[in-house]
């Protein structure tokens, strides 16, 4: 069952951006559980993707945490997908448009490891 659920949100909402790294990290360790599950077991990386601190250092790292994770996740599901950490999340625009296709490339993952609703 998807536990990712708002996985829309506006710019600059910090609560609603609190709420979104808790799923969405609940949601990476579903794939990391489903993964560990396969015969033979696949193991991918159990990252703390919760954190966070609005400073351009630790947004960078974060991102670049975040994509090396998706790139395993696509190189162990097939699914394709763009750079997650090509963005400036503190650009309106930028934000948009990463949440939009971050939120696709979920919804990808979440089908290719069988995860229904």
Known sequence: ??????????????VAWAQYLQEHFYE????????????????????DLTSWRNTTDFARNWLLTHESVHQQLRQVSGVAGVNLADVDLGKESEFYIWIDAHRTEHARLRSAFGITT
């Open 1 to 14: 069952m998807p536990i990712f659920f708002h996985d829309q949100l506006l710019f600059g909402d910090e």
């Open 28 to 47: 990476h360790d579903q794939f990391v559980n489903i993964a560990a599950a396969q015969m033979p077991p696949i193991i991918l990386p159990a990252y």
